[in-house]
């Protein structure tokens, strides 16, 4: 199943420099989000990850990086919810419903479900569904390889989401809550967590 790594909202100094590990670890892909910031700090951030990675980023916000950088792709989200005239490209998008899912996967690469759980980095977003509606959507193939399940995801719940059919997990808070920016000197342990992800979701 696919493993996809969000960053944190915020950008911090040694940002690029983990990002850079973890596509040495073997990343596939990252979706750089970074809600109302300016474009000059995602700018500067791009220019610190190592050129050969740029592929590999998807970009939630100031779509025209995409191009300038080189980039993956584009992500579709409340702030942003139409790709630009004319677009080709990969895609993807937030949905917090399964009508939204059943509508925008016809279209896109994949999309988010979200929050599968209640969520690591945002305790005001708590889980949306029940599992009974999870498992009747499995059921009716709403939820299939073309959904990922985002928000609250930690190794310990892979396995549900594996059972599920999800076709992969995005990983935001479960990560980042390895490194404090603000005090830690080594980011060991964020990339001994990615490394327990990996194995779980079989990557």
Known sequence: MKL????????????HIIINALFEEG???LHLRKPNSEPIYSERLLRLIDKRWLKRIVVHDHFYLKEEFGLKGIHLNQRNPVPPLDYKGHLSRTCHTMEEVQLWKKTCNYVFLSPIFDSISNKEHQAAFTQAELEAAKKSSVINSKVIALGGITTRRIRKVK??????????????????????TSFAEIIKEFKALQRTTGN
């Open 4 to 15: 996809i790594v969000l960053t944190t909202p915020h950008f911090f100094v040694e940002e």
């Open 27 to 29: 990343l596939d892909t």
């Open 163 to 184: 059972e599920l059919g999800f076709g992969g997990v995005g990983v935001m808070g479960d990560l980042w809550q390895h490194f404090d920016s603000h005090a830690s």
